[in-house]
């Protein structure tokens, strides 16, 4: 779990949290979550960024549909603002190898 705190006196807007799947783990698909963000995937460590109906490797020589167990990074875009004094958070779940 992720928590995201707006200590300015202004709101923050144009959000973005890149977060690495670590290590000897693997995402666990669906639990990705997060109020007021749109979330995303790499299976490239961060490279680039897609929907989960939108990320592919290769293997083989083959185009495949990549599943949750080959994703590397997650990201959440907020998609309001954060109001000066307020929190919020994100958070997903993964599963040790």
């Known amino acids: 779990r992720i928590i995201i705190e707006n200590k300015g006196d ?4 144009d959000i973005v949290l890149n977060n690495p ?3 000897n783990t693997i995402y666990v698909g669906g639990s990705a979550r997060g109020a007021n963000s749109s979330i995303v995937f790499s299976v490239d460590k961060g490279k680039t960024f897609n929907t989960p109906e939108n990320l592919f490797i290769v293997k083989d020589g083959k185009k495949l549909p ?7 990074n997650v990201r959440w875009v907020m998609t309001s603002p954060l109001k ?3 929190k919020s958070s994100v958070q997903y779940i993964v599963q040790v190898k």
């Open 84 to 86: 000066s004094g307020e």
């Open 66 to 72: 990549a599943s949750a167990k080959e994703y590397s």
């Open 10 to 13: 202004k709101p923050a807007d």
């Open 21 to 23: 799947v670590p290590e």
